[in-house]
């Protein structure tokens, strides 16, 4: 099957709607305040699931620029990650483990790191296209601060991701073009996308 590579404009693209992420998450932290200095916990063990081909092909962007040796081990750890977690799942249990690209406690793979890990940490909420609106209330660091600094949860500054997953979304459409339809939907870890390769465009029946 053939590859699906991101095209220029589109990785630009992304690369612009994370660095927006980036900046609306830096200024609700540094309101409620937030930082991750010094938090005896790693949000890169976080048992995170990602549904976008385009982070998928962004991702491998950043992969593929590695070096042999860094790829190596990467893989390896993607590997035991899945077949460990597997496991857990089919146990029932929910995988607590390290993302494959954490080296010494940071993401390896850092500019390249999808919309989940950019947004993790601060209160969010999102509306759904149906009106339904939802809350997140941030790591358990940030939970801890923002009841000893303010009265009721619902007063500490959020983070709107709406506008940012809308962007995604459209970029997501763009990118998949006429194959949209006929995609299956991915739910994916990246370790997972690390062993199945980069994404891959489907056969489609010829009319």
Request: aromatic letters at 8%; a neutral charge; hydrophobic letters at 35%.
């Amino acid at each position: 099957m053939k590859e699906l590579f991101l095209p220029p404009e589109l990785s630009c693209e992304i690369g612009e709607i994370y660095d927006s992420m980036v900046t609306v998450y830096d200024e609700v932290a540094r309101k409620i305040p937030l930082t991750c200095t010094g938090c005896p916990d790693n949000c890169c063990d976080s048992y995170f699931l990602h549904h976008t081909y385009c982070e998928w092909a962004y991702l491998w962007e950043g992969i593929r620029a590695l070096d042999n040796d860094r790829l190596d081990r990467i893989m390896q750890r993607a590997s035991d990650y899945v077949n460990t977690s597997r496991q857990l799942i089919a146990r029932g249990e929910r995988p607590q483990l390290m993302c494959p690209l954490n080296e010494s406690g940071l993401c390896g793979l850092y500019s390249h790191r999808l919309m989940i890990c950019r947004t993790h940490g601060v209160p969010a909420t999102l509306t759904r296209p149906d009106g339904q609106l939802l809350h997140f209330p941030g790591c358990f660091r940030c939970q801890e601060i923002v009841v000893g600094n303010y009265q009721n949860a619902t007063d500490a500054p959020t983070m709107d991701r709406t506008v940012l997953y809308q962007r995604l979304a459209q970029l997501e459409s763009r990118f998949l073009g006429d194959r949209r339809g006929v995609m299956p939907k991915i739910k994916l870890t990246i370790a997972e996308m690390i062993v199945n390769g980069p994404p891959k465009d489907i056969k489609r029946p010829r009319t």
